[in-house]
């Protein structure tokens, strides 16, 4: 359960009175995208993009397509490059070597035809060998971090004493998005994503030379059934205290009998533990019965076709046009499969991710921009610790507080001061589908050595040419990857106003999150722990209530509204961020007034500048996944629903009765 990561988007101003450029100015907005027919007023992030929306198709092998990914497709042909260049040198040794032969090996799906099943028969030949109970234990528990089985592991600090690495063990196993694919029946939608997977398990089945392929898949389908009606809703996992249970593995046996877990343990290479954290007893309880009662011989068709599915895209080409069928199609709506290269890339960043980012910042990130990145990041905490003191609804106890805990936030901006060791993985050129099962194990590894173990702090949870930035509670840091830092999020040649509602509200985003619904029961120094008064922690629910039933009235797909209570931390930092952003740009102006670009005074200009940098088109299919699972709201509504409650917009735009996005002072919300 990775609640570190926060999945947004970039883009920032710098502090720019070097950078008063010659006449004419640029404002930075993309005017050819914007609608001007459309009025802010009534739908900023349409007035912003609408032209963009109307004349633009998302390409056939993408399932949404925008600014951000835009910038994602420039980075990976970058990445692409340097792989091609380290294959192309063929070095016999080092990360030259593993880059190279991992990325050459992906993309020769000619050998990969050739070998068949080959490579993966010594794990389906040992999933067939299960004989015991205690044998799938120790199977489940060797495949951690290389088959998706019910019981997922991985290590984090410890809610309690975050200087201190516990193993988490949390609800995992579906082939399906989340429990609700499997449990709402009378949903259309999920109806047809589900029988999609049950032509997959019968497409993977058959190729597989099993006997019944339409039995099988049945039989999967059940046991997966039965795990989606003991999982716990995603709303419910985004509680810290729910979902902070720790124990020994002695009191799990107890708790959740049925299953041989200390052989399980041993065999994930944690088997000495003073005590780890279980995510949701309750799942546990129930697995464990599952596990212990179920046939054996169904597991086992389980464990067959999650290995399959699990690696699908380095099999012969009729279990990779399935993947595609399912994943690409059914459940992203593509059209064309996107390209193997593109592929590759993904594969040999998440195999090699430091060892590629080593190279991509050596090429394509400029050492001054971290300096600049850094001063902008301190502006933004200063205009952050003003809001603080300036808050009417929280007493000064708690104010004292927060401020504690942001004069201690960590940065960390681009790449990582000391560099993955990835000696000990072993890469072969040829071997696809082996070099990715090492990879996996390699990563489990690496982690599992850090169980009750103090914790790294230089350590990064994305890589450098990640296209994203996000906030750790546990570390109390934000953190933003070189590659989300440069055009079209942010641009030297774009005035302040947009670079301060574009990058400038993100990373006030990420620094919200320490005091979003989740982040603000962490103190300055990781701990779970509650350092509000009573008064005001009624105070700041009874404002995430409100920002509940905003956007649990957003409608993205008829019939399906956004989940406010699953989205409420992203919308906090959403509305937080563009609030002290435009504190920032405001005191940039140093009390002068700002200049009318492009027919927009500055004020106007950075609320179009945020609205320009959510811009973005969704497949339907991608869009049902995301509204179940996504704790991010869909892009127009994160444009527009923050904007609605910000006193600077109405202001900007003279906003009034009639307007479609008019508010009443009284009515708008305001958190930090």
């Known amino acids: 359960m990775k609640k570190a990561i926060r999945?947004?988007?970039l883009a920032t101003a710098m502090q720019f009175a070097a950078l008063a450029m010659a006449a004419p100015p640029q404002s930075g907005l993309d005017l050819s995208g914007a609608d001007k027919t459309a009025r802010p007023q009534d739908d900023l992030f349409r007035a912003a993009n609408g032209h963009w929306l109307a004349h633009t198709?998302?390409?056939?092998?993408?399932?949404?397509?925008?600014?951000?990914?835009?910038?994602?497709?420039?980075?990976?042909?970058?990445?692409?490059?340097?792989?091609?260049?380290?294959?192309?040198?063929?070095?016999?040794?080092?990360?030259?070597?593993?880059?190279?032969?991992?990325?050459?090996?992906?993309?020769?799906?000619?050998?990969?035809?050739?070998?068949?099943?080959?490579?993966?028969?010594p794990m389906l030949d040992s999933i067939n060998a299960i004989q015991t109970r205690e044998q799938l234990a120790a199977w489940m528990g060797k495949a951690s971090g290389v088959v998706n089985t019910p019981v997922g592991l991985d290590i984090e600090a410890d809610y309690?004493?975050?200087?201190?690495?516990?193993?988490?063990?949390?609800?995992?196993?579906?082939?399906?998005?989340?429990?609700?694919?499997?449990?709402?029946?009378?949903?259309?939608?999920?109806?047809?994503?589900?029988?999609?997977?049950?032509?997959?398990?019968?497409?993977?089945?058959?190729?597989?030379?099993?006997?019944?392929?339409?039995?099988?898949?049945?039989?999967?389908?059940?046991?997966?059934?039965?795990?989606?009606?003991?999982?716990?809703?995603?709303?419910?996992?985004?509680?810290?205290?729910?979902?902070?249970?720790?124990?020994?593995?002695?009191?799990l046996t107890e708790k959740a009998p049925g299953f041989e877990w200390k052989g399980f343990l041993a065999a994930a290479s944690v088997p000495d533990l003073d005590k780890l954290v279980v995510l949701e007893p309750s799942y546990f309880t129930a697995v464990a019965k599952l596990l212990g009662e179920a046939s054996l011989d169904d597991w086992k068709l389980y464990l067959?076709?999650?290995?399959?599915?699990?690696?699908?895209?380095?099999?012969?080409?009729?279990?990779?046009?399935?993947?595609?069928?399912?994943?690409?199609?059914?459940?992203?709506?593509?059209?064309?499969?996107?390209?193997?290269?593109?592929?590759?890339?993904?594969?040999?960043?998440?195999?090699?991710?430091?060892?590629?980012?080593?190279?991509?910042?050596?090429?394509?990130f400029p050492a001054a921009d971290k300096a600049r990145m850094l001063a902008l990041v301190n502006n933004l905490l200063a205009a952050y610790k003003d809001s603080i003191d300036g808050l009417s609804w929280m007493t000064p106890a708690t104010k004292a507080q927060a401020q504690d805990k942001l004069s201690k936030y960590m940065i960390k901006i681009a790449y990582p001061d000391t560099w993955r060791d990835y000696g000990k993985l072993e890469v072969r050129a040829g071997d696809a589908l082996g070099n990715d099962i090492r990879a996996s194990q390699f990563e489990w590894q690496r982690k599992a050595a850090m169980a009750s173990k103090p914790v790294d702090r230089r350590d990064w949870l994305m890589t450098p040419q990640t296209v994203n930035a996000y906030y750790n509670p546990t570390m109390n840091e934000i953190v933003f990857p070189a590659a989300i830092l440069q055009p079209p999020f942010f641009s030297p040649k774009a005035d302040d106003a947009v670079n301060y509602g574009a990058i400038g509200a993100v990373i006030g985003h990420e620094i919200s999150h320490g005091f979003d619904d989740q982040g603000s029961q962490f103190d300055g120094n990781g701990a779970l722990r509650n350092w509000?008064?009573?008064?005001?922690?009624?105070?700041?629910?009874?404002?995430?209530?409100?920002?509940?039933?905003?956007?649990?009235?957003?409608?993205?797909?008829?019939?399906?509204?956004?989940?406010?209570?699953?989205?409420?931390?992203?919308?906090?930092?959403?509305?937080?961020?563009?609030?002290?952003?435009?504190?920032?740009?405001?005191?940039?102006?140093?009390?002068?007034?700002?200049?009318?670009?492009?027919?927009?005074?500055?004020?106007?200009?950075?609320?179009?500048?945020?609205?320009?940098?959510?811009?973005?088109?969704?497949?339907?299919?991608?869009?049902?996944?995301?509204?179940?699972?996504?704790?991010?709201?869909?892009?127009?509504?994160?444009?527009?629903?923050?904007?609605?409650?910000?006193?600077?917009?109405?202001?900007?735009?003279?906003?009034?009765?009639?307007?479609?996005?008019?508010?009443?002072?009284?009515?708008r919300i305001r958190i930090w």
């Open 7 to 9: 999945l947004t988007l």
């Open 57 to 121: 198709a998302i390409p056939n092998d993408k399932s949404s397509f925008g600014a951000f990914t835009v910038l994602a497709d420039m980075t990976d042909k970058r990445v692409r490059s340097i792989a091609e260049e380290l294959a192309a040198k063929k070095a016999k040794t080092g990360n030259d070597q593993k880059v190279g032969d991992y990325f050459k090996s992906f993309l020769d799906t000619a050998a990969i035809d050739k070998a068949g099943l080959t490579p993966v028969r």
């Open 160 to 251: 309690a004493e975050p200087g201190i690495n516990r193993l988490q063990a949390g609800q995992a196993g579906l082939g399906l998005p989340d429990r609700d694919y499997y449990l709402k029946k009378d949903d259309e939608r999920l109806a047809k994503a589900l029988g999609a997977y049950t032509n997959y398990l019968q497409t993977l089945a058959r190729h597989a030379g099993l006997k019944d392929p339409a039995d099988a898949a049945r039989r999967v389908l059940a046991l997966e059934r039965s795990l989606a009606e003991v999982q716990w809703d995603k709303v419910d996992l985004r509680e810290p205290t729910k979902v902070y249970n720790p124990m020994t593995p002695a009191e």
């Open 304 to 364: 067959t076709l999650h290995t399959l599915d699990n690696h699908a895209e380095l099999l012969p080409k009729a279990f990779r046009e399935a993947h595609f069928a399912f994943h690409g199609q059914a459940l992203s709506g593509l059209k064309t499969e996107q390209a193997r290269w593109q592929k590759g890339v993904d594969q040999v960043n998440g195999a090699l991710g430091e060892a590629v980012g080593q190279e991509y910042v050596k090429r394509y």
């Open 532 to 667: 509000w008064t009573d008064e005001d922690r009624k105070a700041f629910d009874a404002i995430g209530a409100r920002l509940v039933a905003q956007y649990d009235g957003y409608e993205p797909i008829p019939g399906k509204h956004v989940n406010g209570k699953l989205t409420l931390g992203e919308n906090i930092a959403d509305l937080s961020g563009l609030q002290i952003a435009y504190k920032a740009y405001l005191r940039s102006l140093g009390g002068k007034p700002s200049p009318v670009i492009d027919g927009y005074t500055g004020e106007q200009r950075f609320f179009m500048g945020w609205a320009q940098a959510w811009r973005q088109k969704t497949r339907e299919e991608r869009e049902l996944t995301l509204l179940t699972v996504d704790p991010h709201s869909p892009p127009a509504f994160r444009a527009n629903g923050a904007a609605v409650n910000h006193d600077g917009f109405h202001e900007a735009f003279k906003t009034r009765e009639g307007d479609k996005m008019y508010k009443a002072p009284q009515d």
